[in-house]
Nanobody, 115 residues
Framework: QVQFVESGGGLVQPGESLTLFCAAS????????LGWFRQIPGKQRELIAQ???????NYALSVKGRFTASRDNAKNTMTLQMSSLKPEDTGVYYC?????????WGQGTQVTVSS
């Protein structure tokens, strides 16, 4: 069972940037597609970016062009660089296997975009 721990969230103003981090333990993640998910208040958790083992990345339309995901297979980590943040990006962000989170969900990291 893989455990995921997210960090890096915070309060930022619209238009600012933020980088999120994901650390995984318990298994070698190299064979897996990994993803960043977010849960906006009142909505279901959604997949916003996924990275294949060879680094092919797909983004949800809502974040494409503003967010950049990456993974480090040697370190079992992922990052999500977020720029041009909007109030509608506010939510709790998680990492897990993709497209379906097969491991237990971590605590997530809260991102709040507000002036």
């Amino acid at each position: 069972q893989v455990q995921f721990v997210e960090s890096g969230g915070g309060l930022v103003q619209p238009g600012e940037s933020l980088t999120l981090f994901c650390a995984a333990s318990g298994s070698d993640l190299r064979p897996y597609i990994l993803g960043w998910f977010r849960q906006i208040p009142g909505k279901q958790r959604e997949l916003i970016a996924q990275i294949t083992p060879i680094g092919v990345i797909n983004y949800a339309l809502s974040v494409k062009g503003r967010f950049t995901a990456s993974r480090d297979n040697a370190k079992n980590t992922m990052t999500l660089q977020m720029s041009s943040l909007k109030p509608e990006d506010t939510g709790v962000y998680y990492c897990n296997t993709a497209p379906i989170g097969r491991s237990d969900w971590g605590q997530g990291t809260q991102v709040t975009v507000s002036s």
